[in-house]
Structures are given as structure tokens and as C-alpha cells.
């Protein structure tokens, strides 16, 4: 990170970089794996998404309404709030959840704790957890793509039971061929918006690919048939992990400051991750995984803080 | 002497719950139903009661040094006598209560209660703050467990309040304590905050 701490003297250039910009920045590389979901499991994705973005949008505005604050829709992070929340709800459940959850995301999640840049916890996640928590059932059922009504296991969830009736390829997996949430299941969509956020440096390598690694490192040494024989490359494509991975777990607020200490947190998440899979109770555990991250993040940065240039020894 | 805000401050301005935070792990523990509350909250007035009584008569003749362990025996004794009277007269909520009525004992409010007041008040100066202590811990107890009983099973007092609805589980369980206390402590913080 040093090379982004060079301080000059004037005349600076703007980089015309805003919360905003950023903000509807993720959303539009969110699209692709939206659109896909969309296609994959139908219209009923699709209302999902809007009453999760819709019910986000409003809450924000009445909330800042209500405490007589400065109204700020339009720096998209209600929007992209509701968005992630919906990417991470099954496509079958009843319209009143999302609307709920984007309440809670946005009401307990960050505005209690005083707005953007003050939550604790990703708000989208923490509502996807309160979610799952008060309404299971609906929490764990999911259809299989291109049908309304077949219940389908994920993949995960089939081979925490023990039987993985289907077989799937590597490509299924990539392209989103297989149950699962709404904006997880397509890899390839969410790779190809990832692209466009390093491309524009919205985020940086150390927290996804120290995740990635760590999740796959563990996969593979922990297998089904003694060690080193997993199968990583299934489990690093299936589940939510590539969305917690580039879209989630990279949230600015949530997340260490240093390079050091986003490296710490990626692999803190990874590990977890695959320890819930590995030996927890759910099939899943990437949401897990991010929040009590989330939880140690400011730990991690107190511990990797820059030392002051020539003041010695970090205190 | 004036008995009337003696009585008062326990609801209001030094309620145990939301202004002193004291006691909060049985409030954790049954606010799952406001039947659970006003059990506990029964159990809890009833042993402030009693303590600060004794504490009050009995803190000329208790050495300094070992005042506490001393309050410790006089507060057990009447968990001990309210234990016994609830599994005898009312098995059902004795059950549903479980550890929490023997851990009123080690309850903040009441150690406190006998510590900070009626250790150098007069009786019935401690029989009034007791009385006000206890109906403050039993109106906030109850207050949190309605929420939680009306979000987290849509009834009240064991009565459907909301048919149709479908109850939000994580109410009913502990991480739903946890934010309707915070919310609740919150909230009063900011009325204080703003009639001052």
C-alpha cells in the first residue's frame, strides 16, 4: 500500500472517485450474475430482486427522513444493499422476505449504528443471517434452474446429506447450472464483474484471492478420502463463495484498511468457511464466515496499523 | 422523609434495566414469553423485598468486612423460600423458568439494591425502594418479552394476537434478546437525551 500514501505538493488532478460512483460501480458489475439468475430461475428471481432493492430504497428514505438527515438515495449504497440481499435469497420465497430483510438491512444493519460508514457488520449479510435464523424452511429451499416448481438441493447441501444425486461438471457449475441463490449460482457472470473491478480498482487482489486460497487449501487437504484428495475446484464453484469472495467480504466499510490486514481477514474468512463446510452444521458457510470477520476487522486493523515515518518501533 | 420518589425512581429514572443495565442475564434469559416475565419478575420483587428488609434491620449488627457474604445468605434464603413456593403452587412455570429463579440470587439488582441502599437506610425506606426496584425490573421485563412473544410466536400472554403472521424464530431465540434489549436501552437513552 505505500505507493498510495505519497503525499506531494499541489497541484493535485481529482480522480472524480465518489462513495457513488463506487456504489453503482459493484451494482454494474453485480448485473451480469443478476441477469443470469434471472434467466435461470424466472420472473419470480426477478421480483425478488425488485422488492429487495425497492423495500431497501424506501426504508433508507424514511429512516433519514424520520431523524431528519441529509436524504442520500443516490449514493447506491441502499440500492447495492438490497441487491446483495437478493442475490443471496433463494428465487422461491414469498415476496414479504425480502421486503423484511431490506428493513432489517437497512434499519438494524446500518442505519442504528449511525449510517454508511459506521455499521459494524455487512448489512446485507446480517440480514441474510436474521433470514435465515427466523424463517429456515423457506431460507433452504431452492428450485432447480429452468423449472418453477422442482425443489432441488444445492450441491452443497446435497453432499452434506451425504448423497449427491446428481453429477455435476465443472461447466454446470461455472455457468450456474445447479440450485443455489439467485446471484450465486452463475461463477462466470460474477467472475466477468469482478474483472471490471479490478480493471477500475474498486477493489484490490489481497482479500479475494487470500479467501479463495485458503478456502481451496483446505478443501483439498481435507478430503472425502483421507488427505489431499479434495475435490477444490467443486467446492471453490459452488455455494456463495465466489459473491462473498469479490463482492461481499470486500465491502470498504466491513473490511481492514492495510494490504497486510485484508490478507489476514481473507484468510481468516477462508478458513472459516471451510471449517462450517468441512465440520458445521450447515452446508454453507460463506455468510458465516464474512460476518464474524466483519466482527474482528477492527482488531486486524489496530494490530496492522502504518507506523508513523520515524517514530520508531509500532506501539 | 418522602417515600413517594423513593418508590418512583425504580420505574423511571433508575430503572434496572434500561437506565442501570443491572439483572440482564435472567432478562435474557425468559423474556421469551410475557407470562416467563411476570414469573420472574414476581419471583425477583418478591426476594427484593425480603433482602432489603432484612439487610436494612439487620446492617448495625453486620461487621464491614463481611457485609457481603452476609447479604449473599439473607438474599439466598428467600430464593430459596420463593423456589420452594413456585414448584409447590406452580410446577408449570417453574419448569419454564428453570435455573433462573435459583440464579436470583447472584441477580445484580438485588446485591445491589441491599449494597447501595438499604445497607444504610432505614426500613421503610428500603421496603419502598425495594417495591419500586421490582415493579421497575417487572415492567421492563415484561415490556421486552412482549415484543419478543408478539415477533417471535405472534401471540400475547398465549393469546394468537396476529393470525396469518408467520413468527420470526430468531425472536424467540437469545440473538433476539439481545437486539430488543439494545434497541429498547437505545431508544430510552434517546428520550432521556432529549427531555434533558
Given at each position: 500500500?505505500?505507493?498510495?500514501?505519497?503525499?506531494?505538493?499541489?497541484?493535485?488532478?481529482?480522480?472524480?472517485?465518489?462513495?457513488?460512483?463506487?456504489m453503482w460501480g459493484v451494482s454494474l458489475a453485480l448485473l451480469p450474475a443478476g441477469a443470469a439468475g434471472v434467466y435461470l430461475f424466472g420472473y419470480a428471481a426477478l421480483a425478488v430482486?425488485?422488492?429487495?432493492?425497492?423495500?431497501?430504497?424506501?426504508?433508507?428514505?424514511?429512516?433519514?427522513?424520520?431523524?431528519?438527515?441529509?436524504?442520500?438515495?443516490?449514493?447506491?449504497?441502499?440500492?447495492?444493499?438490497?441487491?446483495?440481499?437478493?442475490?443471496?435469497?433463494?428465487?422461491?420465497?414469498?415476496?414479504?422476505?425480502?421486503?423484511?430483510?431490506?428493513?432489517?438491512?437497512?434499519?438494524?444493519?446500518?442505519?442504528?449504528?449511525?449510517?454508511?460508514?459506521?455499521?459494524?457488520?455487512?448489512?446485507?449479510?446480517?440480514?441474510?443471517?436474521?433470514?435465515?435464523?427466523?424463517?429456515?424452511?423457506?431460507?433452504?429451499?431452492?428450485?432447480?434452474?429452468?423449472?418453477?416448481?422442482?425443489?432441488?438441493?444445492?450441491?452443497?447441501?446435497?453432499?452434506?446429506?451425504?448423497?449427491?444425486?446428481?453429477?455435476?461438471?465443472?461447466?454446470?457449475?461455472?455457468?450456474?447450472?445447479?440450485?443455489?441463490?439467485?446471484?450465486?449460482?452463475?461463477?462466470?457472470?460474477?467472475?466477468?464483474?469482478?474483472?471490471?473491478?479490478?480493471?477500475?480498482?474498486?477493489?484490490?487482489?489481497?482479500?479475494?484471492?487470500?479467501?479463495?486460497?485458503?478456502?481451496?487449501?483446505?478443501?483439498?487437504?481435507?478430503?472425502?478420502?483421507?488427505?489431499?484428495?479434495?475435490?477444490?475446484?467443486?467446492?471453490?464453484?459452488?455455494?456463495?463463495?465466489?459473491?462473498?469472495?469479490?463482492?461481499?467480504?470486500?465491502?470498504?466499510?466491513?473490511?481492514?484498511?492495510?494490504?497486510?490486514?485484508?490478507?489476514?481477514?481473507?484468510?481468516?474468512?477462508?478458513?472459516?468457511?471451510?471449517?462450517?463446510?468441512?465440520?458445521?452444521?450447515?452446508?454453507?458457510?460463506?455468510?458465516?464466515?464474512?460476518?464474524?470477520?466483519?466482527?474482528?476487522?477492527?482488531?486486524?486493523?489496530?494490530?496492522?496499523?502504518?507506523?508513523?515515518?520515524?517514530?520508531?518501533?509500532?506501539? | 422523609?418522602?417515600?413517594?420518589?423513593?418508590?418512583?425512581?425504580?420505574?423511571?429514572?433508575?430503572?434496572?434495566?434500561?437506565?442501570?443495565?443491572?439483572?440482564?442475564?435472567?432478562?435474557?434469559?425468559?423474556?421469551?414469553?410475557?407470562?416467563?416475565?411476570?414469573?420472574?419478575?414476581?419471583?425477583?420483587?418478591?426476594?427484593?423485598?425480603?433482602?432489603?428488609?432484612?439487610?436494612?434491620?439487620?446492617?448495625?449488627?453486620?461487621?464491614?468486612?463481611?457485609?457481603?457474604?452476609?447479604?449473599?445468605?439473607?438474599?439466598?434464603?428467600?430464593?430459596t423460600i420463593a423456589e420452594l413456593v413456585m414448584k409447590a403452587y406452580s410446577p408449570a412455570l417453574n419448569r419454564a423458568l428453570g435455573i433462573y429463579v435459583s440464579l436470583i440470587v447472584?441477580?445484580?439488582?438485588?446485591?445491589?439494591?441491599?449494597?447501595?441502599?438499604?445497607?444504610?437506610?432505614?426500613?421503610?425506606?428500603?421496603?419502598?425502594?425495594?417495591?419500586?426496584?421490582?415493579?421497575?425490573?417487572?415492567?421492563?421485563?415484561?415490556?421486552?418479552?412482549?415484543?419478543?412473544?408478539?415477533?417471535?410466536?405472534?401471540?400475547?400472554?398465549?393469546?394468537?394476537?396476529?393470525?396469518?403472521?408467520?413468527?420470526a424464530l430468531m425472536m424467540a431465540l437469545p440473538p433476539g434478546a439481545l437486539l430488543v434489549i439494545g434497541g429498547m436501552l437505545g431508544f430510552f437513552n434517546l428520550l432521556k437525551g432529549?427531555?434533558?
Open positions: 500500500m505505500g505507493n498510495k500514501l505519497i503525499v506531494t505538493a499541489a497541484p493535485h488532478m481529482h480522480a472524480h472517485q465518489s462513495t457513488a460512483r463506487i430482486i425488485g422488492t429487495a432493492v425497492a423495500a431497501a430504497l424506501a426504508t433508507e428514505w424514511l429512516l433519514q427522513k424520520m431523524t431528519r438527515r441529509q436524504v442520500t438515495l443516490l449514493d447506491g449504497s441502499a440500492f447495492l444493499t438490497g441487491l446483495l440481499l437478493a442475490y443471496n435469497l433463494p428465487s422461491g420465497v414469498p415476496l414479504w422476505m425480502p421486503a423484511v430483510g431490506s428493513f432489517f438491512a437497512i434499519a438494524v444493519g446500518k442505519q442504528i449504528f449511525g449510517g454508511l460508514g459506521q455499521n459494524i457488520f455487512n448489512p446485507a449479510l446480517a440480514a441474510r443471517a436474521f433470514l435465515m435464523a427466523s424463517w429456515p424452511a423457506y431460507m433452504t429451499s431452492f428450485r432447480a434452474p429452468g423449472f418453477d416448481a422442482v425443489a432441488s438441493a444445492t450441491p452443497l447441501s446435497a453432499l452434506k446429506e451425504g448423497h449427491l444425486r446428481q453429477v455435476y461438471s465443472y461447466l454446470d457449475l461455472f455457468l450456474g447450472n445447479k440450485g443455489g441463490c439467485i446471484g450465486e449460482v452463475c461463477v462466470v457472470g460474477l467472475l466477468a464483474g469482478a474483472v471490471f473491478l479490478f480493471l477500475k480498482g474498486y477493489i484490490t487482489w489481497h482479500i479475494p484471492v487470500s479467501y479463495l486460497f485458503t478456502t481451496g487449501i483446505l478443501h483439498y487437504v481435507f478430503g472425502p478420502s483421507g488427505l489431499f484428495s479434495g475435490d477444490w475446484l467443486f467446492y471453490l464453484l459452488s455455494g456463495g463463495l465466489v459473491l462473498g469472495a469479490f463482492y461481499m467480504a470486500t465491502d470498504y466499510v466491513t473490511s481492514p484498511l492495510t494490504a497486510q490486514g485484508q490478507l489476514i481477514y481473507g484468510t481468516g474468512c477462508g478458513l472459516l468457511t471451510a471449517v462450517i463446510r468441512l465440520w458445521g452444521g450447515y452446508p454453507e458457510g460463506t455468510c458465516y464466515a464474512i460476518l464474524m470477520m466483519n466482527a474482528v476487522s477492527p482488531f486486524i486493523d489496530r494490530y496492522t496499523r502504518g507506523r508513523i515515518y520515524g517514530t520508531g518501533k509500532m506501539r | 422523609m418522602k417515600l413517594l420518589p423513593e418508590f418512583l425512581k425504580g420505574i423511571i429514572k433508575q430503572n434496572p434495566i434500561f437506565v442501570l443495565a443491572l439483572g440482564l442475564c435472567p432478562v435474557l434469559a425468559v423474556s421469551t414469553s410475557v407470562k416467563n416475565a411476570l414469573g420472574m419478575g414476581a419471583a425477583a420483587t418478591f426476594v427484593l423485598v425480603g433482602s432489603n428488609c432484612i439487610v436494612s434491620l439487620i446492617k448495625k449488627a453486620v461487621p464491614d468486612k463481611i457485609r457481603i457474604p452476609c447479604f449473599i445468605i439473607v438474599i439466598a434464603t428467600f430464593v447472584v441477580n445484580c439488582v438485588v446485591l445491589g439494591r441491599a449494597e447501595a441502599f438499604a445497607s444504610h437506610r432505614t426500613l421503610p425506606a428500603s421496603l419502598v425502594d425495594a417495591l419500586g426496584m421490582g415493579v421497575g425490573f417487572t415492567l421492563g421485563l415484561a415490556l421486552i418479552s412482549a415484543v419478543r412473544e408478539l415477533l417471535g410466536s405472534g401471540q400475547l400472554l398465549g393469546y394468537t394476537i396476529l393470525p396469518g403472521f408467520q413468527p432529549r427531555r434533558e
